[in-house]
């Protein structure tokens, strides 16, 4: 889910949230506080059910961490000024960026194969010459709606007339496909 920033009827940022993971999450926090509660309901406390009260505590810490960690989850991308601000945490490790929204050129998707033949969809903001991965996903749905939301983003505060005077972006020498993308991750 995308919910847009908007300052005086021009875009200002968005931020992407990923439901499914938010609502898996929430059914795991519920999960954790349910299964000690009906443990007591049903048994009551005492002494001789000492290892299973603790399996309890053990199952409401771990699920009920697991549970915040992925209600938390967001990709906020917003304008301070001049600067585009780009930061989330939705795949370790999370990241947060700042460059200047005139050297921002394009917003592409790439696709990579890890050792395995697992493909993941990158998303890649290009500035200039440099080519930074933002976020990497198994899903081409979720890519294709954060590339249309930065480029939405894109469009709103650099016109594409403004565009046509820079230098074709992602265009490599001959027509290549552009710079690759610069990341300590590797897929």
């Excluded at 972006?169 to 690759?180: C, I, M």
Aim: charged fraction near 15%; charge should be neutral.
């Amino acid at each position: 889910m995308i919910r847009w920033m908007s300052v005086q009827s021009r875009l200002a940022g968005f931020t992407y949230y990923p439901v499914w993971e938010i609502a898996f999450g929430l059914f795991l926090i519920m999960s954790a506080v349910a299964i000690p509660l009906l443990f007591f309901r049903f048994n009551g406390f005492q002494l001789k059910q000492t290892w299973e009260w603790l399996f309890c505590l053990g199952f409401l810490l771990f699920f009920g961490l697991l549970g915040k960690s992925l209600v938390m989850q967001f990709l906020l991308a917003h304008l301070e000024g001049a600067d585009l601000v780009v930061e989330h945490n939705l795949r370790d490790p999370s990241l947060a960026i700042r460059r200047p929204v005139i050297g921002w050129t394009d917003t592409v998707t790439r696709q990579a194969t890890t050792e395995r033949g697992e493909v993941f969809h990158l998303l890649v903001l290009v500035f200039g010459t440099d080519a930074i991965e933002i976020y990497r996903s198994v899903s081409p749905t979720e890519i294709a709606a954060l590339q249309a939301a930065f480029t939405a983003l894109r469009h709103d505060v650099r016109p594409p007339a403004a565009d046509a005077a820079s230098p074709m972006p992602g265009s490599g020498p001959a027509g290549g496909p552009g710079p690759e993308p610069q990341s300590g991750r590797t897929p």
